[in-house]
């Protein structure tokens, strides 16, 4: 589904460089959730963003469907099935829920109301809703999420899909991600949450900009919960709590 072949990104700002990714090759197999972990600031939303175009790579390609889209932009990207939940989504004054759900949605079988009833909102409540700041920070999150289902693309890329959702909210969010997955796409979610984590078939690890951990669950898990302890060990005062659940 996706190849990306010895990524690089870097940042420049007064003249100083900033490398963000540095040499990342992973492939991404059709009919798999993967999930994508790591610390903060180790380069995850900046990898989902070169996948969906945001940011163009200052090194590598990316590889999809078997064609080299590192030149092409969002918009093309999108027409091609790949699709991305932002960690901060965006608002859009003068839009309502309803809009941005009709915009989003790539078959006509997929009603407006499906989505957000998938993850929890009554769309009674929240179809004629403005996407602006009225909406809290937990209830944007979940339209950015219903959005996504809407377009369901043949790459689906949820960037820490969690944030801001309550318990509840998130067990149906497990739920769905893991149900409205088809076996000829792809899902990539970016998260720290062990259930999360604990659905996928596969896990990345992302360090510094670079991948130190790629393999099936079973594999991975075992390996992130011990390197990350000692990253707490280093770090944290409260000495073996894994980072995932760490207040740093
Ligand atoms: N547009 C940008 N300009 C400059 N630096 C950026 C930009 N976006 C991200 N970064 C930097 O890249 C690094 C990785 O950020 P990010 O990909 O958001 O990490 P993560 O999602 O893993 O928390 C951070 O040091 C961040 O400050
Ligand atoms: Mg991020």
């Known amino acids: 589904m996706l190849e990306l072949k010895e990524i690089g990104l870097k940042f420049f700002s007064d003249e100083k460089e900033n490398t963000v990714l540095d040499g990342i090759s992973i492939t991404f197999e059709t009919g798999k959730i993967y999930a ?125 899909p969690e944030a801001g959702i309550d318990l509840w909210s998130f067990e149906q969010l497990v739920e769905v991600i893991s149900t409205t997955h088809r076996s000829d796409a792809s899902t990539i979610v970016i998260s720290h949450q062990e259930k999360i984590l604990n659905m996928v078939d596969e896990i990345i690890l992302l360090e510094d900009g670079a991948v130190t951990l790629h393999g099936s669950r079973e594999e991975v898990w075992p390996l992130i919960d011990e390197s990350t302890r000692c990253i707490c060990r280093r770090d944290c005062p409260k000495g073996v709590t894994p980072y995932v659940d760490c207040p740093r």
Not at 113 to 137: A, F, H, K, N, V
């Open 36 to 160: 994508l972990t790591g610390p903060n600031g180790s380069g995850k939303s900046s990898l989902a963003r070169v996948i969906m175009g945001i940011h163009r790579p200052t090194a590598g390609q990316v590889i999809y469907k078997g064609a080299d889209i590192t030149a092409l932009g969002i918009a093309e990207r999108s027409r091609r099935g790949i699709g991305y939940a932002f960690q901060h989504p965006a608002r859009f004054k003068g839009l309502r829920v309803a809009d941005i759900l009709e915009i989003a949605r790539r078959r006509s079988d997929n009603h407006q109301c499906q989505p957000l009833q998938q993850i929890g909102l009554c769309p009674d409540e929240y179809l004629d809703r403005p996407l602006d700041s009225s909406l809290s920070g937990g209830e944007s999150k979940r339209i950015e999420v219903a959005t996504l289902l809407a377009q369901d693309p043949d790459l689906r890329i949820f960037d820490e």
